[in-house]
């Protein structure tokens, strides 16, 4: 297995990817334009250096976390011409089905391999590397980059072809903002009608409305310890983030004819919030539902 790894993105979820790597024996070489995550790289023991094609040079696999799509084929476009040829490229970032296909076609076409492979399971998923990881490439390139993959997750998932993993993710997400939405209307009503947020945990968890949104990330201070709601809602997984995933998948519903109501309506909740609680975590919603329906903070 490959131990030379480039690595572009050191954001909250790129920096504990990459630690988890050098913690694993890899040798990695890593780039971000922060100096804070450049910071952070170095005390993690990973190569900091100048530039993403300083990071790319004579690797063997290229690892990319990347804000968005724009971003993803800019960077390709600067590492690979200079990237030994054979380089597995992975891409990490959550992007547009269609900017997935094209970052690998344009891999493929320099004499590159390539790989989508957006994660779920969120900051502290990278921190324990327990991601899941939906993979969309050819299978020769899944079987290159699996065992990286499952250094970094506790799930890896061979979806399809390229963008089929940007795909999985896509689906993903809209389901995980609807449920939360759902889920913080319920609760607000519950409040509405008496119900305590415990009581409502206690019938709803082991009850035929129950969700991972509520079981493992449960919008309110209480009955999930572990969740951001037991810390002023610090992200976690932030509104801004949700709101961008919620936004890739309004497009892709318009843009294959799909009659996906609930979602572009969930995508435009979350866009409103996201104008006035971006630096909040996505869960912090029920907050929002209570002001407007005439409520205080619980």
Known sequence: MSKKIGFLGLGHMGGPMAANLVRAGYDVLAFDPVPAAQAQAREDGATVVDSAVAAVAERD????????????LDVYAETLPVAAPGTLFIDCSTIDVADAAAAAERAVAAGHRALDAPVSGGVGGAVAGTLTFMVGGTADAFDAGLGVLEIMGGKVVHCGSSGVGQAAKICNNMLLGISMVALSEALVLGEKLGLTHEKFFDVVSTAS????????YCPVPGPVPASPANNDYQ?????????????LAANALAANGVDGQIGQLAAEIYNRFNQEQSGKDFSAIVTDIRKRSGGEQA
């Open 209 to 216: 409305g129950q969700s991972w949104s509520l079981t493992s």
């Open 235 to 247: 992200p976690g997984f932030a509104t801004a983030l949700m709101t961008k995933d919620l936004g």
């Open 61 to 72: 696999i290229v690892i990319t976390m990347l804000p968005n799509g724009k971003l993803v």
